[in-house]
């Protein structure tokens, strides 16, 4: 890790939701996705990161939401870096306390965030509050209470879906091909034999399954095992097993993406969010 970054991150045991607190100087990673519901805030400093088609400014105070699955990567764009803090909401835990708030009232579908980047103060109280006990020891209730108090601040900034199959709006061949990546992202998959599966020539499958998910599939491919390797480093897997399993060539080529896309080392990851010793 270089001098002018620095990571905490640690995950709470109850909840699976992971907190983290970062400082960045510069380029801070590339663009990638979570398997979770991202919600944080800047703490200091200017952060700029890209998501939904556009660029982001956040500025000390203001939270930012983000999706599972969506990309967005993030910089530094002055000399004095940005300081934020984030929680990693697991999406059955939060379905679970929300179904809990709605009762049978609960809207049906899938939780999403009407924005991107949100200025209000009460909401960004609650995250801190969030942050703040989940990064300590602390009482069970205190830590309860401070995620029902997050979780009532957020209401009003969740929109419901209803849960598709497959986006209509999107190209079959695209989507076919996301189907055969998603089912055999652990093998060493051909642009050929994707394209084949898809039902094109690979040259229009790139095409359209840039456009469609805003990366081309080798990269989509990445984030794929990039995503899983985080579930398994969590369960206690070594980064040489999690290579292993996701098709890696070796302990260090998980480690050159996984740095990019996250900041940190495969081991660093595991000793902070599994409770096994590192080995």
Same mark, same amino acid.
């Given at each position: ?6 990571i905490?991150?640690?995950q709470?045991?109850?909840?699976g939701?992971?907190?983290l607190?970062?400082h960045f100087?510069? +380029?801070?990673?590339?663009l &990638? ?5 991202? #919600?944080?805030y800047?703490e200091q400093?200017?952060?700029?990161f890209?998501?939904r088609g556009?660029?982001h400014?956040?500025t ?7 999706e ?13 870096g %940005?300081? !934020? ?10 379905a679970r306390e ?14 999403? %965030?009407?924005?991107t980047l949100?200025?209000?103060?009460e ?9 703040e #006990?989940l ?6 209730? #205190?830590?309860q ?20 199959a ?15 990546l998603q089912? &055999? +992202? ?6 050929e034999?994707l394209?084949q ?9 790139t095409r ?7 990366l081309?599939?080798?990269?989509y ?6 995503s899983?390797? *985080?579930?398994?480093?969590a ?6 097993e ?10 260090? +080529?998980?480690? *050159?993406? %996984? ?7 495969p081991a660093? !990851? ?5 409770n096994?010793?590192?080995?």
């Open positions: 890790m270089a001098d002018d970054h620095w905490q991150l640690q709470d045991a109850d909840t939701i992971e907190t607190r970062a100087e510069g +380029h801070a990673y590339d &990638h996705w979570h398997d979770a519901y991202l #919600v944080g800047t400093g200017l952060q700029q890209h998501c556009q660029r400014l956040s000390p105070g203001q939270v930012f939401l983000l599972p699955g969506e990309l967005h990567d993030g910089q530094a764009p002055e000399a004095e %940005f300081t !934020y803090s984030m929680l990693y909401l697991d999406p059955q835990w939060l929300l179904q809990g708030l709605h009762g049978e009232a609960r809207p049906l579908g899938e939780p999403g %965030f009407a924005r949100v200025d209000q103060a909401l960004h109280r609650a995250v801190a509050w969030a942050h #006990v990064s300590r020891p602390e009482l069970r209730i #205190v830590r209470s401070a995620l029902d108090a997050l979780l009532l601040r957020l209401l009003p900034h969740l929109q419901w879906r209803a849960p598709q497959g986006d209509p709006r999107l190209p079959q061949v695209a989507l076919r091909a996301r189907d055969f089912a &055999h +992202h652990h093998e060493d998959i051909g642009l034999e394209a599966a898809a039902g094109v020539d690979r040259f229009r499958l359209a399954f840039k456009a469609a998910f805003g081309a599939p080798h990269a491919l990445v984030q794929l095992r990039l899983r390797a *985080r579930r398994l480093l369960d206690g897997l070594s980064p040489a999690t290579a292993a399993a996701l098709g890696f060539a070796d302990q260090s +080529h998980l480690g *050159r993406w %996984f740095r990019r896309a996250y900041g940190l080392t660093a !990851y595991r000793a902070r969010c599994s096994l010793p590192d080995r």
